[in-house]
C-alpha cells in the first residue's frame, strides 16, 4: 500500500512540473511539442531568443527521475542566440548554455551533469576581462551541433563549435571540441578517437 502511495504521489508530482514547465514555455516564448519533466529546470530565454523543442522531450532534474540526476537542468538562451532541441531528446541534470546556437537532433541522450556551452563566457584578452562591459562583449561563441543518435556520456563538457556525428558515443567526464565523425566512441580529456562502432 505504502508503495502505491509514493507512486501515485510521484505521478502527481510529475504532472505538477510537466504543468508549471508548460506555463514558463509560454512565458518565454518557447515553441514546443509533447514533453515529460520530472522536476523543474532553471530556465532563462533573454529577448529575441528562438527556442523550439520537439515531440517526446524528457528532463531529468530530480533523483525520482534518474539516479544520476542530483541537480536541476539549466537552459540558458542569450540575446538573440538559438536552441533547438528536436523529437525524442532526453535530457538529466545537464546544463546548456546558448550564446550563439545549439541544436540538438532525433534522439539524443544526454548523461547526467553535462555541460554544453556554445561560449568562453569571458574574453581571452586580459585587459577587456577588467570591464565588465568589455569582457563578455569580447568571448569567443561558435556554434554546436549534436546529430541525430547521439549519446554523451555523463558529466562530459561540449565546447563551442563542436558537431558530434551521427550515432556517435561521448565517454563519461570527456572534454570535447572540434569535430567527432559518424558512428564513433570518443573518450577522455581532451576527447579523442577510441574506436569505431
Known sequence: MTRQIYRAFGAFCIMMDCLILKMLFRIYGVHHYSFRSVGLP???VRKGARVTIGKGFRLNNRFYGNALSVQRCAIWVGEGAGLTIRDNVGISSSFIVAA???TIEDNVKIGGGCYIMDTDFH??????RQSPDTDRSG??????IIRENAFIGAASIILKGTV???????GAGSVVTGNVPDGQLW?????????QL
Open 139 to 144: 568571448a569567443g561563441t561558435a556554434p554546436i
Open 187 to 195: 573518450a577522455g580529456n581532451p576527447a579523442r578517437f577510441i574506436r
Open 123 to 128: 574574453s581571452l584578452d586580459p585587459m577587456r
Open 164 to 170: 558530434i556525428g551521427r550515432n556517435s558515443v561521448i
Open 100 to 102: 550563439d546556437s545549439i
Open 42 to 44: 532553471h530556465l532563462t
